[in-house]
């Protein structure tokens, strides 16, 4: 069975930083699926955030140039490094492993919340 655990949510202030963490288990889910992070605040749609596509990372519009997204060379730790932080990026983040040819969730953490203040 297929896990992924969260962490690294919290409040900043505008402007501050964070780093989401997601420990994948079995660690081979990665060599299966592409991983990746969405989010969803109050009131919208959840939405794709970050997406590694074996390598090859692809972000939304309103995140590019201030997150990244990586993960460790054992392969079973992902992250986003998120700088330069909005309020509008406040939401709960979700880790995912997702199909990577129709970019359907697979699996999915509990999230963890961004919450940014002005």
């Known amino acids: 069975q297929v896990q992924l655990v969260e962490s690294g949510g919290g409040s900043v202030q505008a402007g501050g930083s964070l780093r989401l963490s997601c420990v994948a288990a079995?660690?081979?889910?990665?060599?299966?699926?592409?991983m990746g992070w969405f989010r969803q605040a109050p009131g919208k749609e959840r939405e794709e955030v970050a997406i590694?596509?074996?390598?090859?990372?692809s972000y939304t519009d309103s995140v590019k140039g201030r997150f990244t997204i990586s993960k460790t060379s054992a392969k079973n730790t992902l992250y986003l490094q998120m700088d330069s932080l909005k309020p509008e990026d406040t939401a709960m983040y979700y880790c995912?492993?997702?199909?990577?040819?129709?970019?359907?969730?697979?699996?999915w953490g509990q999230g963890t919340q961004v919450t940014v203040s002005s």
């Open positions: 079995p660690s081979d889910v990665y060599s299966t699926t592409c």
């Open positions: 995912a492993a997702v199909a990577c040819s129709t970019m359907k969730g697979l699996y």
């Open positions: 590694d596509r074996k390598g090859l990372a």
